[in-house]
């Protein structure tokens, strides 16, 4: 039995009384966090889970775990995602997940893209803006998208992310300056398909089946939508009338892809994986280019692992349980700190 301790940080019912909905897209329901709890605890493993506000380093301490299951997004700060793992290394505890350097620079998706380009992966040309006022750099060329620096989940995305021209672009910077209060990142938006790839592993990571997201419209863009779960929540907090946001894409899982495409996506995933030093698993997003080119659009280190989320989808087409799924991400981490995995009931194998 491992003594587990299970990182994370729930919606509060504050987050949803002022400013944009999708302010709670990074962070988990209680739904997550009890079925992650159920898998581990199906695994053998003693957990003890905790929630990662400022007083994590004391809980940490007074939990004594053999190695931190960590899925903790980080309260503020342009790195917060790496928080956790740095107290858990000030401590000298073991933890699942990338370190606290990767964490930061996949949290700032200019380092990510910069990082890519040194590695010869392609990533769609992009500016960043630290003020509204800054010119538009006229290499780029339209149409783009504005997205937020720092934020994944598609924080901060809307139909209006997709522009056509200057005055569009200067009207989106603005609004999310005012509204999130962080630097804007306008970069080249990819006509073509869209693929989601999972990686599990360290020394020989593998390629979980791939995912793509078919969209309803033709410049298409995933957009946030809170879980079936959390919707009560939000009419109980803000008002019953309040407008949900309705996904216009769905996901297919393997994609129809062609052997030759597939190995691309894989290696280029692998590659993205490798140079941006990724551990025990990862999420990343792609697109396909008219021009065959393959981009790579951002990595998520600490990808959303509800059960109906996009890394279980794909596990699942990989034959493994969600239970499964949850503990061989353990294992890999325990593996990789030189501790014995845990071994698993056979129904989890």
């Known amino acids: 039995m491992v003594r587990v301790a299970l990182t994370y940080n729930l919606i509060q019912p504050d987050m949803l009384r002022d400013g944009p909905l999708d302010r709670i897209a990074e962070y988990d329901s209680e739904e997550t966090i009890s079925a992650l709890l159920a898998a581990l605890r199906a695994g053998g493993h003693e957990v003890i889970p905790l929630e990662a506000d400022e007083a994590i380093a004391e809980k940490l301490k007074s939990a004594k775990p053999d190695i931190v299951f960590n899925i ?22 073991p933890y699942t997940g990338s370190g606290p350097l990767t964490l930061a620079l996949c949290l700032d998706k200019a380092r990510t893209k910069e990082i890519l380009t040194y590695y010869h992966i392609p990533t769609p040309p992009f500016q960043v803006f630290r003020s509204p006022e800054e010119k538009l750099d006229t290499r780029l060329r339209f149409p783009l998208i504005v997205k937020l620096l720092h934020e994944g989940s598609q924080m901060g995305l809307s139909g209006d992310s997709v522009v056509d021209d200057e005055a569009a672009v200067k009207r989106r910077v603005e609004y999310l300056f005012q509204t999130y209060h962080q630097p804007a990142i306008v970069e080249g938006f990819i006509k073509g398909r869209e693929f989601t790839v999972g990686i599990l592993g360290n020394e020989k990571p593998e390629v979980l089946p791939i995912i793509e997201v078919i969209f309803k419209e033709p410049r298409g863009i995933t957009l946030f939508t809170p879980d079936e779960c959390v919707i009560p929540l939000i009419r109980q907090v803000r008002d019953t009338n309040t407008q949900i946001p309705d996904a216009k894409y769905y996901s297919v ?75 061989k991400i353990l294992d890999y981490a325990l593996e990789r700190v030189g501790l014995k995995a845990a071994q698993l009931p056979k129904a989890l194998n």
């Open 72 to 93: 903790a997004e980080g309260i503020r700060g342009e790195s917060r995602e790496s928080h956790v793992p740095a107290i858990c290394e000030m401590l000298g505890l």
């Open 253 to 327: 899982c393997p994609a129809d892809t062609s052997k030759e495409l597939t190995d691309r996506i894989k290696s280029t995933a692998l590659r993205a994986f490798k140079a941006l030093g990724c551990r025990d698993w990862c999420r990343m997003e792609m697109r396909l280019g008219r021009d065959g080119t393959l981009y790579v659009l951002e990595l998520n280190p600490i990808a959303g692992i509800d059960p109906s989320y996009w890394l279980p989808k794909a596990a699942r087409a990989a034959g493994l349980s969600y239970e499964a799924l949850v503990n």
